[in-house]
């Protein structure tokens, strides 16, 4: 098979080799899978120059410290009536943008290396996180056919992952993700209760001092 890809070095060295590690059974850690930075910056800036970034209101009022966009045919939102998807941008009441290709080439490529050999993302939930901004553990359980997996890519500074069980008491595990991650959550892993930790404060060339993650799901 083809190389599955390999983080680009912005300043001359060899591309970090890609590496794939199980987080459990069914949750594959696939190291430095992004291949090359400019490709994903250009789409992720056409995404935002119609969606952009905004702090969604949780069910209780409060604000968000993640910010989120969405491109695909339906993005997660959340607001005074809870957690959805919506095909509609409540923002700008406009489609949410079109999945660039080669955001949907990614995903289908890291989930055929994770044994899933049509996996067709409806939507990609964009968060950007900035140093001292966290994520509590929660569970992804909006979507229509759980048997499909998530598919996540990390980009930017680094960030604690905390993946927990089945019960959101179970302990939790803690996990770095680096720049041009990708993990592919199927199986039971797919329901874990999971989050990140508290950012801290770093710069990385791919985003300045932010971290970006995506989130590839078939969700309707
Ligand atoms: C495990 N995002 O958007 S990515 C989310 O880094 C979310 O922004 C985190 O949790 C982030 O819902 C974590 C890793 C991840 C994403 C979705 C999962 C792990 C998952 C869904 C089910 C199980
Ligand atoms: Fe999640």
Redesign the pocket.
Known sequence: MKQAGGTQDLFGGPPQAPTREDLAAD?LLLRSFVMADAPLQEAIQAVLARSPWRQMTTMRGYTMS?A?SNCGTAG?ISDRRGYRYSTTDPLTGQDWPALPPVLQDLAARAAAAAGYARFTPDAC?L?R?LPGTA?GL???RNERDLSQP?V?V?LGIA?T?L?GGAQRSDPTRRVE?AHGDV?V?GGA????????AKLKAARHPFAGEA?I???F?RAL
Do not use: K, P
């Not at 892993?189 to 990140?196: A, E, T």
């Open positions: 949750a993640v989120m997660w939930l968060n996180y994520m929660h569970q992804d998530i996540s990390s960030a992952f993946f993700l993990v959550w892993s797919r329901l874990h209760f999971h989050g990140i971290r993650n995506l989130t799901r």
